[in-house]
């Protein structure tokens, strides 16, 4: 031991020059010139990635974390009698993070928004109590899913906790088999997630509203506030579909008989989007799952349908002639405009969907039918009105030539008796002229 710190002191002798030069506390911790100064490594690495650290943003050293004395140029410095923490082992550290993070007064003076729950939840999760409890070094702690000496604020799209990059946070463990061997859980979770709707969603469209696996799961690997358990997590988002749901015989039974609420129908990780082809008993149909054609549950399904279909045709349909009608160039904007409130009754009767009554959603139905109905009548109106106007051109075009015929008409009648009186005049002045009145006739002729 002896001779190992002989060995250290030579070096940073060595590396750094004149030791005294160094130790000025106010210029740079101890630990710094020492760790900066060993052997590349774990040793060294930790100085060089703290430099984009939050807490060294903030003016924390090494100290802040790991105790002892950074005045001190030599192995006193990690002295356990000056408060350096020999023990790093993992269950040591989410008391080392939670005694700044969770001492509320403490971190107001840095930023009065942060929560302080971290360690607390941490504690209830699968994670903290198998930590605790079992002493399992496999689960994550706070350094796996934050690194200890590069932590950066969930916002900043480098840091390990962004929405982008969380996914890949979880399954440097979740994802790798060999690692999770001994817990006989799947390891498909960011697979699946990754071709879901929500998983696209982030990656793909940059939705920073869709969830990634600690929306779900909560931060710190508990389920949030209030939600009892991981599968209620979707009404956070989804809240019209929950209320409904929340009420529907589905909802006071499936957690009696532990099926798993929203993931029943729409799994939990590979969530897919929903089309009014679920509804049923037949091919594609989810509630052939559970219920048989002849049953309640079947015989309510296909009545849910038949309402759905109706509405989603009828509005079809009636955009599709307003269509026809705005490009024969007839003013439909307003009834165009009318006809989303029927788009929005179709929302809401397929969130109704989760009452799992056809009685519910047929009032949303009905008050989109009125809407499509209206839409249809005017569309035809706007029909009605480009058919007369088209009659009316033809009319106007036909009454336009005869009154250009008769125009003609008239002018020949007009202009008729001149001319032929001119051409009666020359014929009856021809024989007349010939002799005496040449002269006319020339005249006549030059003019
Ligand atoms: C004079 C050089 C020197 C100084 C100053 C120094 N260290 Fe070290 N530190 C070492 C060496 C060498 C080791 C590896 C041997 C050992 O663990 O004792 C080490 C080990 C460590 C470890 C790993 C402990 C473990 O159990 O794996 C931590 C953490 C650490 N130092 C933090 C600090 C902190 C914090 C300070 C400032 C208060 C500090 N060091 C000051 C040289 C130094
Ligand atoms: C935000 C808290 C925090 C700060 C600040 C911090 N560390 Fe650490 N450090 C840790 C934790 C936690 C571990 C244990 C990491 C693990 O188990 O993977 C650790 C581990 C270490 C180790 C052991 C590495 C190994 O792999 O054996 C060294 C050396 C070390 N830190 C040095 C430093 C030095 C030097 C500084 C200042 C530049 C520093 N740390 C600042 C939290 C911190
Ligand atoms: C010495 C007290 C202290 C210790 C110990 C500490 N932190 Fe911090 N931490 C802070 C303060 C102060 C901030 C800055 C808060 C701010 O201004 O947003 C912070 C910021 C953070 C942030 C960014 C929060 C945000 O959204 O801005 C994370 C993540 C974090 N710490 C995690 C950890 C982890 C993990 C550990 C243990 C390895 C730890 N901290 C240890 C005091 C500490
Ligand atoms: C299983 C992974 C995981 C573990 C373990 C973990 N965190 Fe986090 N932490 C996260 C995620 C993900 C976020 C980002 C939350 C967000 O998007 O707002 C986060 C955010 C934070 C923040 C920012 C403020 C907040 O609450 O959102 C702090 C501070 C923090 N963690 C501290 C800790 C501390 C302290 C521990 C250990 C007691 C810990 N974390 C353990 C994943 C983890
Ligand atoms: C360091 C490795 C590691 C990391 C990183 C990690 N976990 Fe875990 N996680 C585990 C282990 C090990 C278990 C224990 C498995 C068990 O008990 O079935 C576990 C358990 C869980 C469980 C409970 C599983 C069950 O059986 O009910 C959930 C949920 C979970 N983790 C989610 C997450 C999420 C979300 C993240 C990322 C924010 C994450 N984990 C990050 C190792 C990790
Ligand atoms: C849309 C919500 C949601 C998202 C996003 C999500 N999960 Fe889950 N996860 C669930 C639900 C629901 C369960 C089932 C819980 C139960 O049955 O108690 C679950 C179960 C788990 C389990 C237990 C083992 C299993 O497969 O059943 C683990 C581990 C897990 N998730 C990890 C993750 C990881 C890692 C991610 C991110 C890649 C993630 N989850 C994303 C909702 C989600
Ligand atoms: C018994 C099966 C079932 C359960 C349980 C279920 N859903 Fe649905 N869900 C459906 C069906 C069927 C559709 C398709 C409705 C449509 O498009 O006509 C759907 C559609 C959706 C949609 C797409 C938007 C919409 O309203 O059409 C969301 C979001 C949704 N469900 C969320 C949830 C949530 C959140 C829960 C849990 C609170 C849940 N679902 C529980 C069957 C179910
Ligand atoms: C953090 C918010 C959030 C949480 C939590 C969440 N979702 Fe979503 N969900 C979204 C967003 C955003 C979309 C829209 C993605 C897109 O652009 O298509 C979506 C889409 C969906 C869709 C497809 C909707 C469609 O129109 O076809 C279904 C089904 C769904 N989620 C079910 C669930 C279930 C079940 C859960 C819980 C296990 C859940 N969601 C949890 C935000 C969330
Ligand atoms: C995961 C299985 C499962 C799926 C999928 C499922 N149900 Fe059910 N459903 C049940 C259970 C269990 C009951 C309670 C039966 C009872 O009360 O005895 C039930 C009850 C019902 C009831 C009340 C029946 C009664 O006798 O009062 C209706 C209506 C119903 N479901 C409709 C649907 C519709 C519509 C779908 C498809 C969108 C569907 N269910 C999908 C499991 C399911």
New binding site residues.
Partial sequence: MFATWVGVMLLLTWRTGVIEAQSDPTEV?S??TC??ALPDG??????TR?GD?V??GKG???V???GGDGTILGPEAMDPARGFLRD?S?QR?PT??GHCHSDAAFMRQYNPGLRVDQEVEYQSSVHGQRLVQESDSLVA???SCHP??G?RPPSDPLSSVHPLNVAKTCSACHANAQYMADYGIPTDQAEKYGRSVHGEALTVARDLGAPTCNDCHGNHGAAPPGVSWVGNTCGQCHSVQEQHFETSRHGEIFPLIGIPGCAACHNNHEIQAASDEMIGVGEGGICAKCHTEESEGGIQALQIRRLIDSLRIQLDSSRALLESAENSGVEVSQAQYDLEAAHSALVESRAAVHTFRAGAVDSSVAAGLAITDQAFIRGMDALGELRFRRTGLAVFALITVVLIVALLLKIKEIEGPSMSYIMFTREMRLPETRGPGSSDRNDEESS
């Fill in positions: 911790e630990c710094v760790h900066q774990p040793l060294s690495d930790p100085v703290y650290d807490h060294s924390f050293g090494c802040a974390c790991h790093l993992r550290i080392m993070c702690t706070c350094v200890a000496h932590i």
